[in-house]
């Protein structure tokens, strides 16, 4: 058994409960949005998951996509897969409904994306990396290229892809060598080389919208002489339809450890004349551009830390149902009994469980912050940035440890291919990589979203403050009351990190930075820990008033775990980030 099954009872939960879906729909340009909505549009998109894409998952590991003379060819089932995903209206559910979107919050969003990272990781990372394309052009491009793009791309016709990385220029995108010159007519020619361009050729769609980045002649040096630039496959017609090939092509697709279902190519521009392309928004300033894209795509990739360990769960759990092994430790009786009632097994199930629970809240959670935040909440903006980072950080380490952890549950038929548990092993594993590094992010939240914040820490002071109402709040409970006593300590644990990164910053910032992973995960594991404190107290006042839905009593149980195996590693991280550094830097370089 490997087919994943989107857990919608929980999924609603967090929306309903934590997130607050009913106050997201009440937004102004949310009339349309209601929770029964949100209800009927989960239930089918389950459906889609595991019966459109879930089969095709393992075809796509299996088999991954071939490329010959420039041209890739899908694994079997994909291209009928995306054609009937685009058709069904997926493609378009939370854009602007000028261009044909549906305009549903993020937050829903959110949910349905994690089924088809579930599902089916490298599928859903075309509609991923289309989605944030259209951002960017949403929110930089001229109306003129608004209107020719847009509609067909929202509408899955055509796809999109994000374009940074050189051979020589991996996460230093100041190395940047990729030319464009003017033409004279407002198109540029466009030339150079691009490497690890997910979805970046492929078969399912009619065109592809690849964003470049890319230095026009006089553009100065470093990160403020950078162009971003609209390049699409094919070149588009005064009335809308497909003109000629433009001068781009798929040199090859990478050979990857994972995702194999995803085709990540070697894009060459120019060629020959180079590649027609279009300027968006202004010169040299396509790296503030690209970060519209790469924002939303980070968050989508912490996603896939949530997506792709409850789907590593859902197998192992089965897995451990079925399989009968071993005497069982404390059971006096003769009966054999499967591998779930070892204590080790139960653990780690609890340990997957308990952490994909924390993240998934953590995301919509972040998701419902942007929808507020779109609405013009300044204060969830400020919330939004500094729990990108975390999002995307954070959730991906978790995924990768989980499904590790998933594989251990199997045993020695985990690490065989043919169960299946190591796909999910090896998908994780990127995760954590790409649309920028774990350091990337950490680094970004110690320095621009603390340290260097206009009023240094504002944003996380902001965040304890409303996190320690909390266990005001649980400390009266008894049920909730050991809960309360680990929050608190791994809230003053992130208190005592963060103000030591901020004192520390302009004096030591080699210390500070040696540290940044750590406090990372030092702020995933507090604030997902608040979260499923704030899930235990929602599941305690419903099992207060009687409700026999027993998955309250599971969330309780769940958070209660958390609280006690995952927020005392808190105090570690806060040590290791206050008087660690020293031991990072004692080994000479000559001696490593």
Known sequence: ????????????????????????????????????????????????????????????????????????????????????????????????????????????????????????????????LT?????????????????????????????????????????????ISSKAKAVGDGSYLVSGTKIFITWGEHDVAENIVHLVLARLPDAPPGLKGISLFLVPKFLVNADGSLGKRNDLICASIEHKLGIHGS????????????????????????????????????????????????????????????????????????????????????????????????????????????????????AAQSRVDLLTPVVKGWSTEQGVELSSTALQVFGGVGFVEETGAAQYYRDSRITTIYEGTTAIQANDLVGRKLAREKVPGAAMKTLIAEMSATVDELASNDQLAKIAVNLENGINSLSTAADWIIANYESAPAAVHAGSVPFLKLTGIVVGGWLMAKSAAIAVKHIAEGTTDDFYKAKLATATYFAAHQLPFASAYAAEITGGSDSVFALPENLF
């Open 1 to 128: 058994m490997s087919t994943y099954i989107a857990p919608i009872r929980d999924m609603q939960f967090v929306l309903n409960e934590v997130a607050g879906l009913s106050d997201i729909c009440a937004l102004p340009g949310n009339e349309e949005c209601s929770v029964d909505l949100v209800e009927s549009i989960l239930d089918e998109a389950s459906k889609f998951a595991t019966g459109v894409l879930d089969p095709i998952n393992k075809v796509g590991d299996r088999t991954g996509h071939v490329c010959k003379d420039g041209v890739v060819t899908t694994a079997p089932g994909f291209k009928a897969a995306y054609k009937l995903f685009a058709e069904t209206g997926w493609t378009s559910m939370p854009f602007d409904p000028e261009y044909g979107g549906q305009g549903l919050p993020a937050v829903v969003s959110m949910a349905v994306n994690e089924m088809w990272k579930g599902a089916n990781m490298p599928f859903g990372l075309c509609p991923m």
């Open 131 to 175: 989605g944030g394309a259209i951002e960017a052009i949403a929110h930089h491009a001229s109306d003129e290229l608004k209107q020719t793009y847009l509609p067909k791309m929202i509408e899955g016709t055509w796809t999109g892809t994000m374009n940074l990385t050189e051979p020589n220029a991996g996460s230093d995108l100041a190395a």
């Open 263 to 378: 085709p990540t190519a070697v894009m060459s521009y120019g060629e020959n004349e180079g590649a027609v392309g279009y300027l968006i928004g202004d010169e040299n300033k396509g790296i503030g551009y690209m970060f519209t894209m790469m924002n939303h795509a980070r968050v989508n990739v912490g996603l896939e830390g949530v997506g792709i360990a409850e789907r590593a769960y859902q197998h192992a759990l089965w897995y451990a149902r079925e399989r009968v092994q071993g005497k069982i430790i404390g059971d006096t009786s003769s009966e054999k009994k499967t591998i779930l009632h070892h204590p080790d097994v139960r653990r780690m199930l609890m340990d997957i469980k308990s952490r994909t629970e924390a993240m998934r809240t953590l995301a919509y959670y972040a998701a419902a912050n942007i929808d507020r935040a779109h609405a013009g909440d300044t």
